[in-house]
């Protein structure tokens, strides 16, 4: 047999919209994005420790060893501003080169980029790293004359030890307007809510939500990790927020542990926030082992009906098996079980009219 030797072509040698945009401006002076009035959201103890983490520094010893190294994460974490430069670019190093086979790298290590104010923000960009590489840097145009909110949403599975913000020089630089919702609203559970498989980081549900409702979050899923913990129900239970959303069902291992541990993460969460929204949902992949998948749901259904029972006005459930919607539910994850971007969406238009009443009672 003859061998033909042919020259292997990248894809964006054959079509330029694959090309990663390169930064060839030289007018460019860049700021890190610890600095003011550049503000970073998503990331409690941001200002005091100026470290890209989840979770405070002074407690992280109290949690399981997966979940301090999760925690350098930044899902639900983005910093905000007002400008009136053309273009924005970023230089980041992440924390790690990593890539998973089922989630793209723009959701795991890339950052997008929104315009926009309050509930009008509309995604312009995404800029991720070649694959193998920990510090890149891309920019991002815009025909929008005069001074734009712009809101850019940091890595979902990876961390970020460094990143710098760069504009036009001469451009005006201002602090974006506060928040619709003054407190931010807090999202714990699983590899699902920690925004896997997201394509990028706008798209996981938490992060669609935020848009929606014009508010701040606190995105504290952690994946395969988040198991119902005394620790961090006391932990999420001392945050000043403005809703609850507690979403762990999938990564507890069997029955007997939900049945343990999720009424009593309710309590501690609820005895210390006596008229806080708590939302409570059930995994979405209901369809995946439905025996199974219906004795959690009443597992957790009874903590909410203990709760409305003792007088609880402030208590909301959500049945998983209808967040991925009736048609095509099986077009909703890219292994059966992570959701993708359709199913993310579809998790949204669910839980949107339920954290919206719960917000404006």
């Not at 007018?27 to 503000?39: F, G, Q, R, T």
């Not at 909703?332 to 009672?361: E, Q, S, W, Y």
Request: proline share 4%; glycine share 8%.
């Amino acid at each position: 047999m003859r061998w033909i030797k042919t020259k292997v072509k990248r894809i964006e040698d054959i079509d330029k919209n694959f090309k990663s945009r390169g930064i060839y401006e030289n007018n460019i002076v860049y700021m890190d994005a610890l600095e003011s009035p550049y503000e970073i959201y998503g990331l409690p103890c941001i200002k005091e420790e100026r470290l890209y983490c989840r979770l405070p520094q002074s407690s992280l010893k109290r949690f399981s060893e997966s979940v301090q190294y999760l925690a350098w994460n930044t899902t639900g974490a983005r910093v905000r501003f007002m400008t009136d430069s053309p273009f924005v670019s970023i230089k980041a190093e992440i924390r790690t080169a990593d890539d998973m086979s089922h989630m793209p790298r723009s959701g795991m290590s890339g950052f997008d980029m929104y315009i926009g104010s309050k509930e009008n923000k509309k995604f312009i960009n995404s800029i991720m790293p070649e694959s193998g590489v920990t510090c890149f840097e891309g920019i991002t145009y815009t025909k929008e004359k005069g001074m734009k909110e712009w809101t850019i949403n940091f890595p979902l599975y990876n961390g970020i030890k460094k990143l710098l913000i760069g504009l036009k020089e001469g451009s005006n630089l201002e602090k974006a307007p506060a928040y619709s919702i003054e407190k931010p609203i807090v999202f714990y559970g699983s590899s699902i809510t920690h925004g896997g498989c997201a394509s990028r980081p706008g798209n996981s549900y938490p992060n669609i939500l935020s848009r929606w409702l014009d508010a701040g979050i606190y995105n504290l899923g952690f994946s395969g990790s988040a198991k119902g913990e005394t620790e961090m129900a006391e932990y999420i239970a001392g945050l000043n927020m403005s809703a609850f959303v507690l979403d762990y069902d999938h990564n507890a291992p069997d029955i007997s542990h939900l049945s343990n541990t999720h009424e009593r993460f309710y309590k501690i969460v609820r005895d210390a926030n006596k008229k806080l929204p708590i939302i409570i949902i059930t995994k979405p992949d209901f369809d995946s082992d439905i025996e199974e998948n219906k004795k959690r749901r009443e597992v957790i259904y009874n903590t909410y009906k203990n709760a409305i029972n003792s007088g609880d006005d402030f208590v909301y459930f959500i049945d998983g098996e209808k967040l991925f919607g009736k048609r095509d539910r099986d077009s909703c994850t890219v292994d059966g079980c992570h959701p993708n971007d359709l199913g993310f969406m579809r998790m949204a238009d669910t839980i949107f009219p339920v954290l919206k009443k719960a917000l404006l009672k």
